[in-house]
């Protein structure tokens, strides 16, 4: 019998990229909510279990991995049976990593948490000027990944079927939407989002879905 604990807060777009695997290969989990707006990350009791501080940490029988990459490749390797998230072929799956890394190493980091939280405390940073720091970066990443997007993409970001790539865009494009970013400029993201959230499995690892929901966000199917 697997053991699978997901440490996770509801709004933690690279813990929703992992919620999303976990769903499409039908893997049961339970949920360690940790609160990133009370800064449960930052207590010692989480240091012990993610030593930056940071989610998700997937704990697969008692063996903790953080980073999201990492954790859906495990999962990909460890539960080879299940869902395929990336292509068979190595060229196929690295455009699949490629479009992680876009919003993992290029989008992502550059808009998260602790970022916003230094931009304003030590370079004066207004609450408006830190939306619009976020909306360049990610206007920049979209930008890229529109470019990518149009020689690969089907219904999904790769093709037809839903690959790590989507479990990447949709996260990122759910951040996008709260910091207002123009989304008409990127039609074919949209198209994908679209689709994605048509998945079940996806639509359930959103951030209206989670235990940790707060009950005026929460979403009903
Ligand atoms: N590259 C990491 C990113 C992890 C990460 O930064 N997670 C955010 C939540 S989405 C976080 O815990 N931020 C805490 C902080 O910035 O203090 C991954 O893919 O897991």
Known sequence: MENLVLYSYFRSSASYRVRAALNLKKLPYSTKAVNLKT????LPDFNKIS????LPVLSHNGN????SVAIINYLEDTFPETYN????LSYDKAIVLQMCEVVNSGIHPLQ????GKK????HSFSVEEAIAWNVFWIN???TN?????ANFHGDFCFGNEITAADLFLVPQVYNAKRYKVDMTQFPIISKIEKNCLNNVDIKNASPGFQEDTPEELKEHL
Do not use: D, T
Request: hydrophobic share 45%; glycine share 4%; no cysteine.
């Open 64 to 67: 903790e991995i953080a980073q």
């Open 145 to 149: 990944f529109e470019k990518l997007l």
């Open 39 to 42: 800064a449960e990350h930052l």
């Open 112 to 115: 998260n948490l602790s970022v």
């Open 140 to 142: 920049k990443g979209f």
């Open 51 to 54: 030593s930056f501080s940071e």
């Open 85 to 88: 998230l990336f292509p068979k």
């Open 119 to 122: 931009l304003k405390s030590e």
